[in-house]
């Protein structure tokens, strides 16, 4: 035996391992409990039934394959999908068809019609399409060389002429319409003078328009104002004077909700104070605001209502 060569291992394995078997049956059969196990075991040993020769069954292709393989390279190999795929590569298309259980094999590769509302595509696709197309370029490139399309301009007598400029005036006024329209439309939000207001206006507009028509000019006329305003004679008043003259008057803005009512600011300390501690309650019974009265339920009947079962106790 040499474990460098590996020759002999295995048969000092296998002899060994025949010998522990052998000791271990041994001590076994020395045991008390053999003499009951030996008794209830039979050895039967078959016996021939008839002198019959009985050899195995082998079928006629198993046969000649173990002979295919005897002989090196005479075994034809079937050729599978999986080689067909890696001699066609990308080119490889899966038939999907070839396994379907029809009557006829040659209706597998059928094409199916497609039906759309009702109708075959088919029926309305023109085998000659193309055909008919390349006739149709080839008579246009024809008519194009003749120059059947190289037509000069129209020309116009005087009475189309008048109806085109007349067209085209009409067209000017309606976009000048339209922009006037336009530039009206912002005023329509605005508020609106008072009838008297608007006639007193259009009044000292005519008046201005009649005098310029004469040939005088009226200065002192404004819109709105039926005579003539006079210049001031005064001489003009002094940056301080203007000053002091309008420091006096408080404008007409109304002051904010929260000054309202409120005389010297004493009171208006005692009315945020006021307003704090009534916010409080607002706050702590989490209201939108002064004027939520929502009450929510505190015990919602689904949640609630019921025995308890085994199961969480998040709700009955």
Known sequence: MSTVSEEGVM?????????????????????????DVMNRLHVAMPTLRDQKDR?????????????AMAVEGAEPKRKLAKDLENELGEDYYMDMRQ?????????KHDVIPEIYLGKNVADFIDPDIMRKLEELEK??????????????????????????????????????????????????????LARSAFMKAQAARRRRNEMKGLGEEM??????????????????????????????ARSLSRPPRDQSGIASPEEKRKAKKLSKVVQRGINRMGKAGEADRKIATKMPKHLFAGKRKMNKVQRR
């Open 139 to 192: 008579e246009e490139e024809l008519r194009e060389t003749a120059g059947l399309y190289d037509s000069e301009p129209e020309e116009l007598n005087s009475e189309e002429e008048d109806i085109r400029n007349k067209a085209e005036q009409i067209r000017e006024k309606k976009k000048l319409v339209v922009k006037a329209h336009r530039e009206m439309k912002p005023r329509n939000n605005h508020a609106k």
């Open 99 to 107: 396994h379907w259980d029809l009557k006829q094999d040659d209706e």
């Open 11 to 35: 048969t000092v394995k296998t002899e060994a391992c025949d010998q522990l078997l052998a000791q271990r049956v041994e001590v076994k059969m020395k045991s008390k409990k053999a003499k």
């Open 55 to 67: 050899p195995p069954c082998i079928p006629q292709a198993v046969l000649d394959k173990r002979q």
């Open 219 to 248: 200065e002192g006329i404004e819109d709105g104002d039926g005579a003539a305003k006079r210049t001031r004679s005064q001489t003009p008043m002094s940056r301080k004077r203007k000053r002091e003259a309008s420091s006096g």
